[in-house]
C-alpha cells in the first residue's frame, strides 16, 4: 500500500476499517479457536487453558480420526456422494434449463407451470417418506443420490444465464445445420462456466453438508455422510462404541477429538470456496434479483 | 375454421362443400406434416427434457398422492386410494393436531424464531454492505468479504458443534472468560431464553455476510453521479448513504423483507434439529422437527403429514399475500 492512498483516508474511514476488523475476527475466532482444541493436550483442555493457541501441542487427534476407518470410509463415501451428486445435478439441471429458452418449444407454457407448482407445494416430509419406502429406496445408497438430484431454484439461475447468450450465436449455428445437442455441447456449456462453476459450488456445498436425507431414509450406519455421523459422534447418539472408547475414560481427549473431527470434515470445503468466489457472487444476485 | 365458413355460407352448393371437404383433409395431412416436421426438427429438446420432467413427476408430484393419508386412516400394505376417510369428515387428524400440545408450541416457536430471525437478522447484511460499501480499500474490503462468507459454507451440524465447544458451561471459551472474570458461567444452550438468543445470533453470524452479496450487488448498480452530484452540494458520508445508497437498495430489501414475511411459518429443518437438545425442547421444537419426530421416529403418519399439509398451504398463502402485497407498494412481485 502506498503512502498517498492512506493519505487520502479520513477518521470515519479507519473507523469502518476497524469495525470490518471485528466482524472478520468474530467471523474466524470460532474456527480458530476448534483448530487449537484440536491440536492440544488433554489435561489443558480439562482445565479450560486452550483458547487461540494450541497448548502441549500434539497430533493424536489427527491421527486417531486418521487412523480410524469409520472416518475415513465415512469421508471417502461423502466425497464420492459430493462428486457424482454434483455431476448428476448438473446434467439435469443444464438438461432442464436449455430446451425452456427455446420460444419455438410447444407446451413451453405448460412445463414452466409445471416446474413452478414445485417450487411453492412441498408435498411433505411424510409424503416424501412413504414415497421412497414404495419406491423401495430406504435404506437404499441411492436415496442419497437422486431425489435431491435436480434444484428448480439453481435451474431458474442457469436459465438466466442461458438467456444472456446471444440468440444469433444460436441462429447461425442452427442455419450451419448445427443440432440442438451440438449446439448445447458446443455453444452453450463453454460459454456457461462461470454458472456451471457457481452451481456446482451450490450443489457441492448441499452434498458435503447435507444430512438430513440420511437421518430420514438411511438407517445402516455404513451409508452415513460424514455430518451424519458427526453429529451423532458429537452428540453421543447410541454409540456406545465411541463413548467407552475416547468418552468417558478421559473426557478431555474426547474433547479434543471432536474438534479434530469438525476440522476434519470442514477443510475440504474451507479450502474450494474463496476460489469460486468471484463466480458465486454472480450466481447469488442473478437468483435473488431478477432480471 | 373451414367448417364454420361451410355452415355459414348457404349459398354453397353440395358439389362445393365436397370439394372443400377434400381441400379440408388436404390441410389435415398438411397439419400431421407440420408436426412431422416440427418433431423431427425439435425432438431433441423433447428427449433432453425428459430425465428431468420424469423427476419432477416421480419426486416432486408423485409423493402428492399420499397427502391424502392427512384426512384417511393409514394402514400399511394397502393402496392409499382405498383407504377409507377418517372421522371428522376427514378433518379428524388436523383437529388431533391442533389437541396436541406439542403441535402448539411448534407452530409458536417457529412464528417466534423467524419473526426474531427477521427482526435483528434482516438489517444485519444491508448495515454490513453499506459498511463495506464505505471501505476504500479494495484489497482488504475482498479479504473482510471472503472471511464473511465463510460461516454460510459450514453445515449446521459443523456450526452447532463450534456453539458447543464455544458456550458450553464448563469447559467452553466463553464461559471460561465469565468465571476468569469472576462471573456465574451463562447456560447459553441449556436455558430456554438463553437458547433462543444464541439461536438468533448464531443464525446471523452465519448468514449476514452471504446475504450482503445481494445488497452489495445492488449497491454497485447505484449510478454514481448521483453520489458526486452529492459531493458538490456537499452532503457528507452518511447523508449520502441516508440519501442515495438506501433509496437505491430500496427495491431489493422490499422484496427480500417481503419474501421472508410471506415464509414466517417455513422451517428448516438442518439448523433447529442440530442446535436441540433436550433442555431446550419447549422453544426449540419447530414444525419441521416436529414433523420428523413425530412422524418417522413416531410413525404417526397421518397426523404429521396434517401438519405438513397446513404448513405447505398456509405457506403458499402467505406467500401469494406478500406478493400481492409486494406489487401494491408499487414494487415488482417476487415472481
Not at chain 2, 231 to 239: I, K, N
Not at chain 2, 279 to 305: A, C, D, W
Request: with cysteine; proline share 5%; hydrophobic share 50%.
Amino acid at each position: 500500500m502506498t503512502k498517498k492512498k492512506l493519505k487520502g483516508l479520513g477518521t470515519g474511514d479507519y473507523i469502518f476499517v476497524a469495525i470490518c476488523v471485528i466482524i472478520t475476527i468474530i467471523c474466524v475466532l470460532p474456527m480458530i479457536h476448534l483448530l487449537a482444541k484440536s491440536l492440544s493436550g488433554a489435561d489443558y483442555l480439562i482445565k479450560g487453558k486452550v483458547t487461540l493457541w494450541p497448548r502441549g501441542f500434539n497430533l493424536d487427534a489427527y491421527k486417531k480420526v486418521l487412523g480410524d476407518a469409520k472416518y475415513i470410509r465415512s469421508f471417502w463415501w461423502t466425497a464420492f456422494l459430493t462428486l457424482v451428486g454434483t455431476l448428476l445435478s448438473l446434467t439435469m439441471t443444464t438438461l432442464c434449463a436449455y430446451p425452456l429458452i427455446f420460444d419455438k418449444l410447444k407446451g413451453k407454457g405448460f412445463i414452466n407451470i409445471l416446474i413452478t407448482i414445485t417450487m411453492f407445494f412441498n408435498a411433505g416430509t411424510i409424503p416424501n417418506y412413504l414415497l421412497m419406502k414404495s419406491l423401495n429406496l430406504l435404506d437404499n445408497p441411492l436415496v442419497l443420490l437422486i431425489p435431491s438430484c435436480l434444484s428448480v431454484f439453481n435451474m431458474i439461475i442457469m436459465r438466466s444465464f442461458f438467456y444472456g447468450i446471444p440468440d444469433s450465436l444460436r441462429e447461425s449455428a442452427e442455419l450451419d445445420g448445427a443440432s440442438f445437442f451440438t449446439i448445447l455441447l458446443k455453444i452453450y456449456v463453454p460459454l456457461s462456466k462461470p454458472v456451471i462453476a457457481t452451481l456446482a459450488l451450490f450443489y457441492a456445498v448441499g452434498r458435503w453438508n447435507g444430512y438430513s436425507d440420511a437421518l430420514m431414509y438411511v438407517k445402516n450406519a455404513d451409508y452415513y455422510p460424514l455430518q451424519l455421523l458427526l453429529y451423532n459422534v458429537i452428540n453421543n447418539v447410541s454409540n456406545i462404541e465411541v463413548a467407552t472408547q475416547e468418552g468417558f475414560s478421559t473426557p478431555g481427549l474426547s474433547e479434543t477429538l471432536k474438534a479434530a473431527i469438525v476440522m476434519f470434515s470442514t477443510i475440504p470445503i474451507l479450502c474450494i470456496y474463496p476460489w469460486l468466489q468471484r463466480y458465486f457472487i454472480h450466481g447469488v444476485t442473478v437468483g435473488a434479483v431478477k432480471e | 375454421m373451414e367448417e364454420n365458413k361451410i355452415i355459414n355460407n348457404p349459398e354453397q352448393t353440395p358439389q362445393a362443400s365436397s370439394k372443400m371437404k377434400i381441400q379440408l383433409t388436404k390441410e389435415n395431412k398438411m397439419k400431421d406434416k407440420k408436426w412431422v416436421v416440427y418433431l423431427s426438427r425439435y425432438w431433441q429438446l423433447y428427449a433432453l427434457l425428459f430425465l428431468p420432467i420424469l423427476y419432477l413427476i416421480i419426486f416432486k408430484y408423485l409423493p402428492m398422492v399420499y397427502v391424502q393419508i392427512a384426512f384417511k386412516d393409514y394402514k400399511f400394505r394397502e393402496s392409499v386410494w382405498a383407504l377409507p376417510f377418517t372421522k371428522n369428515y376427514g378433518f379428524g387428524h388436523f383437529i388431533k393436531a391442533f389437541k396436541n400440545a406439542d403441535f402448539r408450541y411448534a407452530i409458536r416457536n417457529t412464528v417466534v424464531l423467524n419473526l426474531l430471525d427477521l427482526v435483528v437478522g434482516f438489517p444485519a447484511p444491508i448495515i454490513f454492505a453499506l459498511i463495506l460499501n464505505e471501505l476504500k480499500l479494495p484489497k482488504f474490503k475482498k479479504v473482510v468479504q471472503t472471511v464473511a462468507y465463510m460461516p454460510h459454507f459450514l453445515s449446521w451440524i459443523i456450526v452447532a458443534s463450534l456453539a458447543l465447544q464455544l458456550f458450553a458451561p464448563s469447559t467452553g471459551l466463553v464461559n471460561v472468560a465469565v468465571k476468569a472474570l469472576g462471573g456465574e458461567p451463562i447456560p447459553f444452550l441449556n436455558e430456554p431464553t438463553h437458547w433462543v438468543v444464541t439461536y438468533i445470533l448464531i443464525g446471523i453470524w452465519q448468514s449476514f455476510g452471504w446475504n450482503s452479496i445481494v445488497y452489495l450487488a445492488a449497491i454497485a448498480g447505484i449510478n454514481q453521479e448521483l453520489y458526486e452530484a452529492a459531493s458538490v452540494d456537499g452532503a457528507g458520508r452518511f447523508r449520502k448513504m441516508w440519501h442515495i445508497t438506501l433509496p437505491g437498495i430500496k427495491p431489493t430489501i422490499v422484496v427480500l423483507l417481503v419474501m421472508a414475511l410471506g415464509n414466517i411459518l417455513g422451517s428448516s429443518f438442518d439448523r433447529p434439529f442440530a442446535f436441540q437438545n433436550n433442555t431446550v425442547m419447549n422453544v426449540s421444537n419447530v414444525i419441521s422437527t416436529f414433523v420428523y419426530s413425530y412422524g418417522i421416529k413416531g410413525l404417526k403418519f397421518e397426523l404429521s403429514t396434517a401438519v405438513g399439509l397446513f404448513q405447505s398451504v398456509v405457506g403458499v398463502i402467505f406467500l401469494l399475500l406478500a406478493n400481492n402485497i409486494s406489487r401494491r407498494l408499487g414494487e415488482r412481485g417476487i415472481w
